[in-house]
């Protein structure tokens, strides 16, 4: 079965900073992977996906993920971040074979500090 | 309507009552999901309907908790003898079949905010 662990709860960054978020998943056969945010009092809207092609996606709101396949990461970056950033990020993995089951990590919440 | 339906929003009830918490998904779309996410915490998955396929029930955390759907409808999630541990919010979310022509990307819903007293 499939699993994801995200290193880090809580990731505090002044504005204007680069940023990543850590993501690492466990699966035995080939997956999708993929970055949900969570606005405060929002809910959950897809930030990007990774499907197949090319290893690095772009998402919304200037961000971007690399997939590689050798140390099953799916880390989330941004080389500049606002204060409009702060939510709290959740990596999500599918295998091929489960149908589309998508299960999520624990989250990591960002703060962006002015 | 155009987006993922959940009903009630807030819900507070007494240890030891049944709740149901209701999800219409969008049209169309043939996976739906529940998840629980507590204060402070991830997405923990519950259950997950595919079509016409046997739902994925593997994430229920006792047999307190079930749910149904109706065909690629509206789904309840029922919690019988509620605890206290059962508090959190509760999320929908639906799909399309992830398929070549569809990323599978989940909508989801605004949750329902279960309080077990």
């Known amino acids: 079965a499939q699993s994801v662990t995200q290193l880090d709860s809580q990731v505090p960054v002044f504005e204007e900073a680069p940023v990543e978020l850590r993501c690492n998943y466990s699966?035995?056969?080939?997956?999708?992977l993929f970055w949900y945010v969570q606005y405060p009092n929002q809910g959950l809207q897809l930030l990007l996906k990774?499907?197949?092609?090319?290893?690095l996606v772009k998402g919304i709101n200037g961000f971007e993920a690399e997939f590689n396949k050798s140390q099953t990461s799916f880390h989330l970056r941004k080389p500049s971040v606002h204060i409009s950033d702060t939510a709290e990020y959740f990596c999500?993995?599918?295998?091929?074979?489960?149908?589309?089951?998508?299960?999520f990590g624990q989250g990591t919440e960002l703060s962006v500090k002015p | 309507g155009a987006g993922v339906s959940q009903s009630p929003s807030n819900k507070v009830t007494e240890k030891g009552k049944d709740v149901e918490l209701r999800c219409d998904p969008i049209?169309?779309?043939?996976?739906l999901y529940w998840y629980r996410q507590r204060l402070g915490q991830g997405l923990e998955f519950l259950i997950y309907?595919?079509?016409?396929?046997?739902?994925?029930k593997s994430g229920l955390p006792s047999d307190r908790f079930s749910a149904e759907r109706t065909g690629e409808s509206v789904s309840t999630l029922t919690i019988q003898r509620t605890q206290q541990e059962d508090s959190a919010v509760y999320l929908c979310?639906?799909?399309?079949?992830?398929?070549?022509?569809?990323?599978?990307?989940?909508?989801f819903g605004e949750g329902s905010r279960l309080t077990v007293l």
């Open positions: 049209s169309g779309h043939t996976a």
């Open positions: 699966s035995s056969v080939s997956v999708y």
């Open positions: 979310a639906s799909s399309q079949a992830l398929t070549s022509a569809s990323t599978g990307e989940l909508f």
């Open positions: 309907f595919q079509g016409n396929s046997a739902p994925d």
């Open positions: 999500a993995v599918s295998d091929h074979n489960q149908g589309g089951k998508l299960i």
């Open positions: 990774y499907l197949s092609g090319s290893t």
